[in-house]
């Protein structure tokens, strides 16, 4: 992960990371009403869930989609590394507002509670690929298959995560 601070760009351990997204994921699930909330505490606090989800999830899909254009050539790795730079404010404000939203919506299911955890700790570990892609503008076939199944791995559990709270929803 790279901290950007002025003109000057500093490596931050991943450690740091990987502690802050499973604090939050344990606080969020001990704090999380066991019942699930209704009246306008629910109506908002599902608003601001699904916008998150909107905001979080675009962001995904959006360096993905740049990643399936430079896999049919039209568009550079560097384009992809933009992208994925621009994006990450809008992932991991989505996520945290997925966080603070189900807050006041209720315990996920297990399942998704795994989905979103593997999430967090997914994208912690898609900074670091992406900062190593950056050093090396040729990258390595290992490193293309390791970015390659850190997709796969974040695709799979953000729509684990978005089927389950669905069908989670209808009860
Ligand atoms: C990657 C993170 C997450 C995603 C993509 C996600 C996605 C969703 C979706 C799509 C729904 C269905 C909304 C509807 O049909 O109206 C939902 C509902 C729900 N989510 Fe999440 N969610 C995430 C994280 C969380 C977390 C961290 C919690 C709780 C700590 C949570 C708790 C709930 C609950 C309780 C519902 C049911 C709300 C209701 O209809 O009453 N979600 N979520």
Redesign the pocket.
Known sequence: MVVITGRHRRPTSPVWGVAAVVLCWLA??AA?PRR?TEGVV?DVA?FV??GS?TVG?GAVLLVDWFGLRWLARRATLADVLRTAQGAHFPTWAG?AG??VS??F????AGP?AIA?LV?GLNGIYAGILMSELTRHPTPSTALLARAAAATLISQLA?WT??VL??L??RG
């Open positions: 969020v699930l999380a699930p629910h599902l869930h699904l989800m999830f996520f997925l966080l189900g807050l919506l209720g315990v996920p998704k979103v999430v953000w995560a978005v709270g669905y989670n929803s």
